[in-house]
């Protein structure tokens, strides 16, 4: 589902609405491995992954960065390995959980 999105550059404006808000709660609390995890990130990864949570898409992301895709999927993979996540939402909501930020910060512009 995500090569779709990336292939069609279209930003996922609710992932982190309703349903999800409410997988967020209830979200095992183990700050201090999140953290570390996140703190693992390069600045690179962690900027690719802040635009993910903003909604963009791989492709969108690729763009704003002026980077190709194959980058972008380079990145991500390495993101994913880091956090050990299997998806954009597992790692969207783990670094939302990390930083202590409201997941509707993410969604608004």
Same mark, same amino acid.
């Not at 939402?89 to 910060?105: C, D, I, Q, R």
């Given at each position: 589902? @995500? &090569?779709?999105? +990336?292939?069609?550059? =279209?930003?996922? $404006?609710?992932?982190?609405? *309703? ?5 967020? !709660? ?12 996140? @703190? &693992?990130?390069? +600045?690179?990864?962690? =900027?690719?992954? $802040?635009?993910?949570?903003? *909604? ?5 992301? !690729? ?47």
């Amino acid at each position: 589902m @995500e &090569s779709n999105l +990336a292939e069609t550059g =279209e930003v996922i $404006e609710n992932d982190l609405s *309703g349903p999800m808000l409410e997988q967020v !709660a209830q979200l095992p609390n183990v700050p201090s491995l999140n953290a570390m995890q996140i @703190e &693992s990130l390069t +600045a690179r990864e962690r =900027e690719i992954l $802040e635009l993910l949570s903003r *909604g963009l898409s791989y492709k969108m992301a !690729a763009a704003e960065l002026n980077l190709a895709m194959g980058t972008i999927q380079t990145y991500i993979g390495r993101i994913y390995r880091k956090l050990h996540v299997h998806c954009r939402l597992e790692a969207v909501l783990k670094y939302v959980a990390v930083s202590g930020l409201s997941p509707n910060t993410f969604l608004q512009d």
